[in-house]
C-alpha cells in the first residue's frame, strides 16, 4: 500500500486561528480523503479531495470552515478555519487504491492531533 | 445515506478465546465492508474486507462473514493474542460509490 504522512503530527493552536494540514503520498492516487475523529470517538467523512475541481463535502461540513486543496495526485491539504475547542479532534487522510473497481479500499495517513484552547 | 452499527462496544475475552463483532448496514446496495483496526494513538489500519459476491473471506487467525439478506456482517477473531487488543471499526459503502460509512467501534480487550 501506499506510505501517506500528514504534517502535522499534532498541534495546540487558539481559538480563532487556522490551521493547514497536508497529506503526502508517494504515489499517485485518484482517491484522498479527509476524516474526523473526536475524542474516543468513530470516524466521520468530512470531504472528497478532487483533483482538478472543488472539494465534495459532507452533510455537516462547509467549504468556508473546511477548505481543501488538492493541486495533484499526491498532495492535499485540509484548513480548519476559525478555530473553536469544538474542533478539537484528530484529523486524518486517506487514499483510495489506484484500482480500477469501485469502491475503493482506504488506506489511512498517520493523523494531525489539533488541540484548540 | 447508510447507517452502520455496531455491536458490541466493548469486548473483553481471555487470550486464547474467539471474539465476535457484528455490524449491520442499511443500504442493501452496499456491496464494500472493510475492517479496520486502530490500536491507541495509532491510525485506523486495514486488516480485512469483503466484497458483497462472496459471503465469507479468511485471512490467518481472522475471518470476515457477510449475510446480504439479514444486512449484516461479522468478524472473527480465534485464538486472541494480546497484541489483538484495540478499537476495531466496521465500515460499508454501496455501489459506485467510494464512500465509507463507518460503525461506532468496538473496543476489545484481551485478557492475558
Known amino acids: 500500500s501506499a506510505v501517506i504522512s500528514q504534517k502535522p503530527s499534532r498541534d495546540i493552536c487558539q481559538r480563532g486561528t487556522s490551521l493547514t494540514i497536508q497529506c503526502q503520498v508517494d504515489?499517485?492516487?485518484?482517491?484522498m480523503f479527509w476524516y474526523r475523529q473526536q475524542p474516543g470517538q468513530s470516524l466521520t467523512l468530512i470531504a472528497t479531495?478532487?483533483?482538478?475541481?472543488?472539494?465534495?463535502?459532507e452533510s455537516g461540513f462547509v467549504i468556508d470552515k473546511f477548505p481543501i486543496s488538492r493541486p495533484n495526485l499526491t498532495f492535499s491539504t485540509l484548513t480548519v478555519s476559525n478555530m473553536s475547542p469544538e474542533d478539537s479532534s484528530i484529523y486524518l487522510c486517506?487514499?483510495?487504491?489506484?484500482?480500477?473497481?469501485?469502491?475503493?479500499?482506504?488506506?489511512f495517513g498517520p493523523g494531525t492531533r489539533l488541540t484548540v484552547t | 445515506g447508510e447507517n452502520v452499527e455496531q455491536h458490541p462496544s466493548t469486548l473483553s475475552v481471555q487470550e486464547g478465546d474467539s471474539a465476535v463483532i457484528k455490524c449491520t448496514y442499511s443500504?442493501?446496495?452496499?456491496?464494500?465492508f472493510p475492517w479496520y483496526k486502530q490500536e491507541l494513538g495509532k491510525r485506523p489500519q486495514l486488516i480485512i474486507d469483503?466484497?458483497?459476491?462472496?459471503g465469507e473471506k479468511k485471512d490467518q487467525r481472522i475471518a470476515v462473514t457477510l449475510n446480504k439478506t439479514a444486512k449484516h456482517f461479522s468478524l472473527h477473531i480465534t485464538e486472541t493474542q494480546p497484541e489483538d487488543s484495540a478499537v476495531y471499526f466496521c465500515?460499508?459503502?454501496?455501489?459506485?460509490?467510494?464512500?465509507?460509512?463507518f460503525g461506532a467501534g468496538t473496543t476489545v480487550t484481551v485478557r492475558a
Open positions: 486517506s487514499v483510495g487504491t489506484p484500482r480500477d473497481r469501485v469502491p475503493y479500499e482506504q488506506y
Open positions: 504515489s499517485q492516487v485518484t482517491m
Open positions: 479531495a478532487n483533483q482538478g475541481s472543488e472539494a465534495t463535502y
Open positions: 443500504d442493501s446496495a452496499s456491496n464494500y
Open positions: 469483503i466484497r458483497s459476491n462472496v
Open positions: 465500515a460499508a459503502s454501496p455501489p459506485n460509490d467510494y464512500k465509507l460509512s
